[in-house]
C-alpha cells in the first residue's frame, strides 16, 4: 500500500513539474502569450464550430477562421520548417508551402502547395485563411467530409480536451459512406506514380518533401492500403512533423496522435 502510495505521489510530482515548466515556457515567450494556450483557445473554439470556422469546397478546400487565434510563429512551429516562399506587408502576411515527391525525377505537376493567409492584429500576424491544393479535393473527397463527420470530429475533440497526459484522439467515422472515398484509379490519376507499391500488402506509398530542401529533410508520407476488392481504400497512415493519423475506413475509426 505505501508502495502504491509512494508512485502516485512520484505521478504527482512529475505532472506538477511538467505544468510548472509548460508554465515557465509560457513566460519565457514574453507577454505574447504561450502556443499552448492558443491552442487551448482553438480548441474551445471547436465547441462552436459554425460560429468559429468555415469549410467550403470549391476548385481547392478553404479553412476560414473567423476569430483568428493562431499566430504566424505557430504555423512554423506546426509545420516543422519554413515556408517555401513567404510576402510581408504591413497588414497581411502570405506563406505558401510547396511539397514536391520525392524520387529522381520529381515532376511539377506532381507538387501540393498548401497557402496560408494572416491578417496583422493587435501587432501580431494571425491565421485568417488555410487553401489546400486541389489535390486533397481528389483525395479527401467532399461528400466523405461531410458537416456530419466535421460535427462528430469537433465534438470528439471538444469533449477530449487537451493535457500533457494524453496526445491522441480516436474520432468515429461510422457515419460516413465508405463508397465515396476516391477509388485507387482516382488516387493514381490525382497524385501519379507511387513511391513505392507493395503488391502482397496491396498497398501503395507516397512521400513528399519541401520543394528546395535537402534529401534528408523532413517529410510528409502516407500508405493506402486497399481492400478485397483491390479498388477501395481499407486503411491510410500519414505521417508528418509533430503528427501521425491512421484511418481504418472498415472498422470506421480515426487515430489522431501529436507528438508535443
Known amino acids: ?39 487551448v483557445e482553438v480548441r474551445d473554439q471547436m465547441c462552436d464550430f459554425d460560429s468559429n470556422f468555415s469549410l467550403q469546397f470549391a476548385d481547392s478546400a478553404n479553412f476560414n477562421f473567423h476569430s483568428p487565434v493562431l499566430l504566424d510563429r505557430d504555423i512554423l512551429w506546426i509545420a516543422g520548417a519554413s515556408p517555401t516562399t513567404m510576402t510581408r506587408t504591413e497588414n497581411e502576411l502570405s506563406m505558401v508551402y510547396v511539397l514536391e515527391k ?25 491565421l485568417m485563411n488555410v487553401r489546400f491544393d486541389p489535390k486533397f479535393n481528389a483525395m479527401i473527397n467532399p461528400e466523405f467530409l461531410d458537416k456530419a ?38 488516387i493514381l490519376d490525382s497524385l501519379g506514380p507511387p513511391l513505392e507499391a507493395d503488391e502482397r500488402n496491396d498497398s501503395i506509398t507516397y512521400e513528399y518533401k519541401l520543394k528546395g530542401d535537402q534529401p534528408g529533410s523532413m517529410k510528409a508520407r502516407f500508405t493506402v492500403w486497399f481492400d478485397d476488392s483491390g479498388e477501395k481504400p481499407a486503411r491510410m497512415d500519414s505521417e508528418y512533423s509533430h503528427f501521425r493519423t491512421s484511418a481504418d475506413f472498415i472498422n470506421k475509426k480515426m487515430l489522431l496522435k501529436v507528438k508535443i
Open 1 to 39: 500500500m505505501g508502495k502504491f502510495l509512494g508512485m502516485s505521489s512520484n505521478k504527482g510530482q512529475i505532472r506538477r513539474r511538467l505544468l510548472l515548466g509548460a508554465a515557465a515556457g509560457c513566460m519565457a515567450l514574453g507577454l505574447s502569450g504561450c502556443f499552448i494556450n492558443r491552442v
Open 102 to 126: 520525392t524520387g529522381p525525377n520529381p515532376r511539377p505537376d506532381d507538387e501540393i502547395r498548401v497557402g496560408l493567409e494572416f491578417d496583422r492584429i493587435d501587432d501580431q500576424y494571425k
Open 149 to 186: 463527420a466535421l460535427d462528430s470530429a469537433t465534438q470528439t475533440l471538444c469533449e477530449t480536451g487537451l493535457s500533457f497526459a494524453s496526445t491522441h484522439m480516436e474520432i468515429d467515422i461510422s457515419d460516413q459512406d465508405l463508397d465515396e472515398l476516391p477509388n485507387r484509379a482516382e
